[in-house]
């Protein structure tokens, strides 16, 4: 079946895990997608390097940093920043019932980093980047074609509990 986006994709954290983990989304991470241009977004990478605390998960996420061109490796220009700080507040309030805040803030960062670019923002955590493009008009999102996988994406929320594992 045909990968249902085109043009500019920035690749969430999780698609990366889901790699990492169990093999999956290899045409994602590896830029054998159709008509796509990859982006990594800095704010991925770091999360990834969060976990990257064996030198083997090291060596896996400087895998991944090389499989893209320098000039694909993306971070928010400073305005989004406030931005994403005005969106949290629109989407959760004071924060005071969000257990983690850093991955939200994250996701919003990513989300915005992407729309700026023109990019679709390739994601398994669905709900919470339809909930993010509720507020940024011009977000677009897609899974990681299932087609591709043949297997389900983690979700973003047990990113964290993956990564320490890759």
Not at 51 to 70: C, E, H, L, Q, W
Not at 136 to 161: D, M, W, Y
Request: glycine fraction near 8%; charge should be positive.
């Amino acid at each position: 079946m045909a990968v249902p986006v085109a043009g500019k994709v920035l690749l969430d954290t999780n698609v990366f895990v889901d790699y990492l983990r169990v093999g999956l989304h290899t045409e994602w991470v590896f830029g054998r997608v159709g008509n796509t241009i990859r982006f990594l977004s800095a704010v991925v990478l770091m999360e990834l390097r969060l976990g990257a605390d064996t030198p083997r998960r090291k060596r896996a996420v400087d895998r991944i940093k090389s499989a893209f061109p320098p000039g694909r490796l993306i971070a928010p220009a400073p305005q989004l920043f406030d931005h994403a700080g005005r969106l949290f507040h629109t989407l959760y309030g004071d924060g005071s019932g969000v257990v983690d805040r850093l991955g939200p803030l994250n996701d919003l960062l990513i989300a915005l980093t992407a729309r700026q670019i023109g990019a679709t923002v390739v994601t398994g955590n669905l709900n919470e980047f339809r909930r993010i493009a509720a507020q940024v008009p011009g977000l677009r999102i897609v899974a990681p074609a299932q087609e591709l996988s043949k297997k389900p994406c983690l979700s973003k929320r047990n990113v964290t509990a993956f990564i320490t594992f890759y």
